[in-house]
């Protein structure tokens, strides 16, 4: 992988608290543009304004999650919201894991030495566990993100604990060579 490559990786989780109030934004962004084209136009225009408001709605839900994201870049991990953006030193970084989350989940996470971070930690990923080969575009996108969160990881000699049997599914059914701890 080179420079260029590695320059920039994008992850993170959007916590459900969010994902509550962007979906509600979602649809009060529906509401309104649907609310409004039938108030100026007549009750005639309910599909109209049903298909207008959708329209704003999903934009407003891909910009909302869009900015929601965490970016390993070179220098810095950059955590960004709608409203704010922080940087986090890759100094901060003690270690990395990959084990199960309180959903049965597994999540990849950073943990963090000082900052104001909730339990010290970063998670840059959670997703449902791996019990099959890729088979869909989301499976697919995840596959990517672990193994470009490994190689950034890797390159910034970040060591890296991983269950042995997250570590055994990964290789198996992604081809993905467990990651290792320097």
């Not at 409004?36 to 049903?50: E, H, K, P, Q």
């Not at 990849?108 to 997703?127: F, K, T």
């Not at 198996?172 to 467990?178: I, T």
């Amino acid at each position: 992988m080179d420079g260029k490559d590695r320059a920039m990786v994008r992850a993170g989780v959007v916590p459900g608290q969010r994902v509550l109030v962007y979906g509600v934004l979602g649809v009060v962004a529906t509401a309104v543009v649907c609310g409004g084209i039938v108030g100026a136009f007549g009750v005639n225009r309910v599909f109209t304004g049903l298909f207008a408001g959708s329209a704003v709605g999903i934009a407003v839900l891909v910009a909302l999650f869009g900015r929601d994201v965490v970016v390993l870049g070179e220098q810095a991990i950059s955590r960004r919201t709608p409203l704010h953006e922080s940087a986090i030193a890759w100094d901060r970084v003690v270690a990395g894991r990959f084990t199960l989350d309180e959903r049965a989940r597994w999540a990849l996470a950073l943990d963090l030495s000082g900052g104001d971070e909730q339990h010290g930690e970063l998670v840059l990923l959670s997703i449902p566990p791996v019990v099959r080969p890729v088979s869909n575009a989301y499976e697919h996108r995840k596959r990517e993100q672990v193994a470009q969160i490994r190689k950034m990881l890797r390159h910034k000699r970040i060591p890296v604990t991983v269950l042995p049997e997250i570590a055994g599914a990964l290789h198996e059914h992604w081809k993905l060579a467990p990651p290792t701890a320097h």
